[in-house]
């Protein structure tokens, strides 16, 4: 069963008046409505030829009692940028993206979204922002289709621009067919898609995903991030968590996060180039002898296995090539393939985590 919740939870701030209990699966909750008024209009982003950033945090801290989950981050995001937030568990990057919906209090340091200063604007932030939680939640007892309107009626969409919208939003998700189907009874995949889908049906600048395809089959991924490709392309920045590498190169810039800090951001192929060293794959016959003979020779930096094949990082892929095969045949190990292959985004930060860790 879907968990009952607010995918939209972080809306609740204390001047909403209105709230509207909503019993589902004999769960009660509670729905705030939101405010008409937000404050005032966003503050322009562009400034002539040079652009301020969208989204920007400097020396960012939040604690939770001794615990430092943002710890002096500073990040900056540029209207209609692609950026991947990737990291450890509890590396900090729910935190921080609970800080920028404006749901979390700053602790110290700065950070703005759209020209507001979050410290004194988070409301006003608010209406521009489409935040999906790691946790997102569904109306299970709702269709499809109503799970849309209730999202549309939290946030002022306006009745004349709902049903354009929510036709638009069900083709973009690919979910027409299944517009009266209750989403408790969509599939895992499905029901990411319907999230993303109310998190877009007031027209937001800005995404905040947290972790948005997590669980989701590589086919679902997919369709999920192609969705997101077509929303960059026309222009929303979007700020994204996730613990897949490949989702991580799929996005124009990537941000490492390490016990609250941003500790790598560049382009995903610059952040690959940056790896000190480089990467010798093998497809051994028996993995687990040829682990145990390679990791530790010399040279070799890091020893992962992907499936039965197993990549070095190693500091000289040419010079150590012929030391690990020399290796396994004194051990009399047979393999399909040895090469010197490009590095992965996996690999380049394994490797700089095991640098901050060393
Ligand atoms: N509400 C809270 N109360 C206490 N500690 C918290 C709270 N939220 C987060 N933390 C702690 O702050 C740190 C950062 O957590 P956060 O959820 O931001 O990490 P994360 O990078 O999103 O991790 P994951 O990849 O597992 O989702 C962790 O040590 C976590 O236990
Ligand atoms: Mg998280």
């Given at each position: 069963m879907i968990v009952v919740g607010l995918i939209a939870g972080w809306l609740a701030g204390p001047i909403w008046k209105h709230k509207h209990p909503i019993g589902v699966r004999g769960v009660l909750v509670q729905v705030y409505a939101p405010p008409h008024a937000f404050g005032a209009?966003?503050?322009?982003?562009?400034?002539g030829n040079a652009m301020t950033p969208i989204i920007e945090t400097k020396d960012l801290r939040r604690n939770f009692r001794k615990t430092r989950?943002?710890?002096g981050l500073s990040l900056s995001i540029e209207s209609g940028e692609l950026f991947g937030l990737v990291g450890p568990d509890g590396a900090g990057k729910t935190t921080t993206l609970r800080l920028l919906a404006g749901l979390l209090q700053i602790g110290e340091g700065e950070a703005s979204v759209l020209g507001f200063d979050l410290r004194e604007k988070a409301e006003s932030v608010k209406p521009h922002i489409g935040y999906m939680a790691q946790q997102f939640s569904l109306y299970g007892e709702l269709s499809v289709m109503e799970n849309l309107q209730f999202f549309a009626e939290l946030f002022d969409v306006a009745s004349k621009d709902m049903a354009e919208r929510a036709e638009c939003l069900l083709t973009f998700a690919g979910l027409t067919e299944f517009k009266e189907r209750r989403a408790v009874n969509l599939s895992g995949g499905m029901q990411k898609k319907l999230a993303l889908a109310c998190t877009l049906i007031h027209e937001p600048d800005i995404l905040l995903l947290d972790e948005?395809?997590?669980?989701?089959d590589p086919i679902s991924r997919r369709e999920f991030w192609s969705i997101l490709t077509q929303l960059h392309l026309r222009g929303t920045t979007i700020l994204v968590s996730t613990p897949y590498m490949d989702e991580a190169d799929r996005c124009s810039r990537v941000g490492l996060m390490y016990e609250g800090r941003l500790i790598e951001c560049d382009s995903p192929r610059r952040i690959r180039e940056k790896l000190d060293g480089e990467v010798i794959v093998i497809q051994p016959e028996d993995w687990q002898q040829a682990l145990k003979t390679v990791a530790g020779a010399d040279g070799v930096r890091e020893a992962q296995t992907y499936g039965e094949s197993i990549h070095l990082l190693v500091d000289s892929g040419k010079r150590r090539l012929p030391e690990i095969e020399q290796s396994l045949h004194r051990a009399r190990l047979k393999y399909r393939s040895i090469r010197i292959a490009p590095a992965r985004m996996e690999e380049a930060f394994i490797s700089l985590i095991r640098k901050q860790e060393a």
């Open positions: 209009a966003p503050l322009p982003i562009a400034d989950a943002v710890d948005p395809t997590t669980g989701v």
